[in-house]
């Protein structure tokens, strides 16, 4: 099972808006809506930011949200905070060899 | 207060085992699916294995299948995994994760991580 492909990295500005693509194929990504997003910052444990493709779990802020067409899902996170600069993984429910694969990762930096 | 604790990561020689765990605490543990995913040092996230509430439905990356073993005691509210014939490319940080959903295996996404433990497969 390959990873999914996701940009190395991903930069704006405070304010601006980034979006951050994740892309599989229709056995992971494309053929179920469970894909999620993590934010990880160093030396950190991951944290769900997005589930089931564009689902914010409890205390995680607005200006996360998530999408999803054909075999691509989509990060949009828009007003970017310095805070926001960490790591970013997708991963998908998968029907192939793997139950779950993940992303390669995306560097968000804020400018 | 929800927490996942790991434990048993530490340097071993390749060929060799290691048994890893995690103790949970602050949720029913037995209501809910529980994974293992690993990071190598400067790497991404990568799945490694998963096991249903009752221990009836185990899953295993390519990449461990046929070496490692998850199980858990929901008795002691912990989740372990049986790492045998270790390889250099096992190296990692290995962290617990509990599905968001309770029930069965997959579908779902991680919403609670330990912090991890490591482990270093050298000789």
């Known amino acids: 099972q390959s990873a999914l492909t996701q940009p190395a990295s991903v930069s704006g500005s405070p304010g601006q808006s980034i979006t951050i693509s994740c892309t599989g194929t229709s056995s992971d990504v494309g053929g179920y809506n469970y894909v999620s997003w993590y934010q990880q910052h160093p030396g950190k444990a991951p944290k769900l930011m997005i589930y089931d493709v564009s689902n914010r779990p409890s205390g995680v802020s607005n200006r996360f949200s998530g999408s999803k067409s054909g075999n691509t899902a989509s990060l949009t996170i828009s007003g970017l905070q310095a805070e926001d600069e960490a790591d970013y993984y997708c991963?998908?429910?998968?029907?192939?060899?793997?139950?779950?694969?993940f992303g390669t990762g995306t560097k968000v930096t804020v400018l | 207060e929800v927490q996942l604790v790991e434990s048993g990561g530490g340097l071993v020689q390749p060929g060799r085992s290691l048994r890893l765990s995690c103790a949970v605490s602050?949720?029913?543990?037995?209501?809910?699916?529980m994974y293992w995913v690993r990071q190598a040092p400067g790497k991404g996230l990568e799945w490694v294995s998963g096991?249903?509430?009752?221990?009836?439905?185990?899953d295993y990356a390519d990449s461990v299948k046929g070496r490692f073993t998850i199980s858990r005691d929901n008795a002691k509210n912990s989740l372990y995994l049986q790492m045998n014939s270790l390889r250099p490319e096992d190296t990692a940080l290995y962290y617990c994760?509990?599905?968001?959903?309770?029930?069965?295996?997959?579908?779902?996404?991680?919403?609670?991580w330990g912090q991890g433990t490591m482990v270093i497969v050298s000789s």
């Open positions: 991963t998908s429910y998968a029907s192939s060899s793997a139950l779950y694969v």
């Open positions: 994760a509990k599905d968001r959903r309770t029930g069965g295996l997959g579908g779902s996404a991680f919403d609670i």
């Open positions: 602050g949720f029913t543990f037995d209501d809910y699916a």
């Open positions: 096991i249903s509430w009752n221990s009836g439905s185990t």
